[in-house]
Structures are given as C-alpha cells and as structure tokens.
C-alpha cells in the first residue's frame, strides 16, 4: 500500500443548487488513497479493474477518533472499468465521491443499490453529480414491496424526512429495474445480481472485466441456503467484498443479545465462504459502527487464519485488480 495526497479537496466541490440543500452529515471526510495489487497479479500485468473504497461502516455512519483509520462512512465502492465507472450502493461514503467526481466535470455513472436500507441510500441527495445537467446517472435496484428503484429511492427525500424532492436533481437520471438473476451489460462489463440472505432483501453483484472478477456481497447473513448461492456467484473471484458486522461471539451470544436474524454475517463465515469459493482476496466490510480501527484490524487477523488472503476495507483503499 503507498499513499497518495488527498484526493477530494472539500472546497471546490459546490453543487448546483447548493442553497436548496440541507447541510451535509456530520461523517468523515475523503481519505488519501491507499493502493494495494490484488494478492493474485503478478508484477508487470496489466491493471483491468480499479476498486475504491468511500466507505465501508453498516447500519450508521459512526465519526470519531475511533474509526478514524477505517473510516466512519456507509457503503459506497468506486469501480472503474475502461471508461465504465460503477458505484455499488449509495451510502454517506458517496457524497465525498460525488465531490471527488464533480472536480472533473460531468460524470456518467451507473450505480447499483444493494437494497434500501438508510446506511445504504442516504448519502445520495448528497451526490453532487445528481445536480449537474451534464451529468447521466443509471440506478439500477430491485422492486421491492410492489415499489420499484425509482419509488423506493423518492422514499427517502420526502417531509418530514428531507427537505426537498428527488425533483432537485438536474442530471439526466435514468431507473433500471434488476432482480435476482439478472444480467447487465455495459460495454465490456458484464454484471450478475444474486439475492442474498437479508430482511427485506438485498442483492449481491458480480462484476467482470478484462479477465477479472469483483464481487460486492453486503447485507448477507449466512447459514441459509443462500450461502451455496453467494459461493456460485463468488465463484473465483479476485476480490469478494463481504459483510462482517459481527463477530461469531455476537452471532450466537443467548437470548436478547443474539444477533441471529439480524441480517448480518461473522468474519468467520466470510473467510469459510471464501475459501469454499475459491476466492483469491476477501476484503471484510459493512463494519459495526462501535467496532474501532484496532478491533477491525483484530477480525481481520483473525479471518486470515481461515483465509490467508484477507484484508479489512477501509476508506480511502483502492485496489487494482
Ligand atoms: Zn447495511
Ligand atoms: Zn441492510
């Protein structure tokens, strides 16, 4: 890993219409970027796929000192593919992307949501590329509750919970309905959705390219026959991005402290399902917002034990495949 200035300077990135929009989220800011070669590339083979990470924290953004080495912000991963940039989920990690991107000018982005729980939708009326007009959004989400992506995602921009309507946005947006199954195609990058095991569902995505294979599966609780599905769709993946809320002592605590049912995996269970995949790397992600940098690092330590290549996402890594 090396790192890099910082990425996102604060002050330059102004969205139209800023005095429509509420304040911002007290969260973390951008992170330098920390590069790391997946485990499996050899030295002089060509990068086909760039992974970054905004933020990695589950259930609530958690700001503080504690997380100030993993990052307090919810899920949101950069992936950039030739010229395809895809953004899984659209947690608060996506407002410091959003800054990051509208330095640059317009973005084209397709953005696939896991499911809409807040941790994973509410940094989205924070995307500054949502009010440039030259921007082009594709936001790809299951139909849930006889609702689709487009409904679902209005949901969280209305009163008394926000201030202004998805109608704020001035990018050209566009809503693709995805299920269990499906199957997108965006130039060269072939994506595959999986239901995983969540309440309320969540879908997991497989994303190739270039000979290489990212799979993004959060939200996931294991030990459901949706694990053999979530090991066919990380079927030799070089990077599977994992939930690791828990660890296997909170999974199974008794009685009211359990958190079976909760939605949520172990690291242990990541790390079993990794090696049954065959997986090249695990990176463990969808932290607990109590959990500090040093018990990540722990969990991480310990799922190598099981799965020697495994590492803890944190804000601001970035990862070639
Ligand atoms: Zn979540
Ligand atoms: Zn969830």
New binding site residues.
Partial sequence: MKKSPRAAPHARAKPKRAAARPSPAKTSSARPARKQRVASQRAGEQTAMQVRFWGVR??LASAGPHTERIGGN??CVEVRCGDELIIFDCGTGLRALGMSLAEKGATRASIFVSHY?W??IAGLPFFAPAYDPHSQLTIYGATRMGKDVRQLLSGQMVDPYFPVDLGVFNARLQFVPIEDGGRTTLGAVTLQAAELCHPGGSLGYRLEFGGRVLVYA??FEHGTEADDRLVELARNADLLIFDAQFTPDEYDAKGARSRRGWGHSTYEAGATLAQRAGVKQLALF?HAPERDDAAVEEISRLARRTHKKTIAASEGLSIDL
Avoid: I, Q
């Fill in positions: 589950g259930s919810t899920s729980h941790d994973h959060t939200d969808h």
